[in-house]
């Protein structure tokens, strides 16, 4: 899978460069800390927890006005996901290899940490201010990422018991879908190549979690489960 995803990343930069040549594109990179969190719409499974996580990847920023254009990147987001705190006990994570020792369904109290990766492609539209010295002023609006599963670890913590990096891949749907807005600012160090600084917000629209028949007969818990972030944005456009 790895090597799937590295192989497509560096066609994607070519073509990237290729397009960049022909049209009036800009390119660039990020590194960029997030901060993300999970909520349900179940009143039993609440936040209990934050994941600080990176995103790295290539954008790119097609202008078909001066100061407007569509932006669209291709990279990864890793570690992102929280914690969510069970009220009462629960039968999450049933398909999963659960080590020896934890007890199973999980009992009321139990804190259930998702570290979640993920191949993202946003794309969006860009709004920027003329050159004020050597900055301008940026908004992003809106930004719909898809995000596809890589990797999925979990951890489970109750009382005494804390077992980590367990492999939930088969509780995690493969396919992630969330909208954003931010804005920020662009300083200009040359001709052509700027630092940018910003920060956005991203709400997911699809449920995070699956949902399956309880082992003990009872119905199946359909709860919703969400990821939200905050997202600092660190990168360099040329």
């Known amino acids: 899978m790895k090597k799937i995803v590295a192989i497509a990343t560096f066609f994607a930069f070519l073509s990237s460069v290729t397009i960049a040549q022909q049209t009036d594109l800009r390119l660039g990179f990020q590194v960029s800390p997030t901060f993300s969190w999970m909520t349900t719409d179940d009143n039993e499974i609440n936040n209990n927890g934050t994941n600080l996580g990176l995103k790295l990847g290539a954008r790119g920023e097609v202008f ?61 539209l860009k709004f920027r201010t003329n050159e004020i010295g050597y900055m301008r002023y940026y908004a992003e609006l809106p930004v719909i990422t898809l995000g596809f599963k890589s990797q999925a670890r979990g951890q489970v913590t109750y009382t005494s018991i804390k077992e980590d990096k367990i492999d939930i891949k088969k509780e995690v749907t493969p396919l992630a879908l969330s909208w954003g807005i931010g804005g920020g600012i662009e300083y200009s ?9 910003g920060v956005s917000f991203q709400r997911g629209f699809t449920d995070v979690t699956k949902n399956y028949k309880s082992k003990n007969g009872a119905d199946p818990v359909n709860e919703k489960a969400t990821i939200s972030s905050v997202i600092i944005h660190l990168g360099v456009m040329f």
């Open 189 to 197: 160090v040359s001709d052509g190549t700027s630092l940018i600084g």
């Open 64 to 124: 078909f006005r001066d100061n407007y254009a569509f932006l669209i990147g291709l990279g990864f987001a890793f570690n992102t996901g929280g914690q969510l705190l069970h009220n009462q006990f629960s039968d999450a994570w049933q398909r999963s290899d659960i080590p020896n020792g934890v007890i199973v369904p999980f009992p009321a109290g139990t804190d259930l940490r998702y570290n979640l990766q993920y191949v993202e492609i946003p794309f969006g």
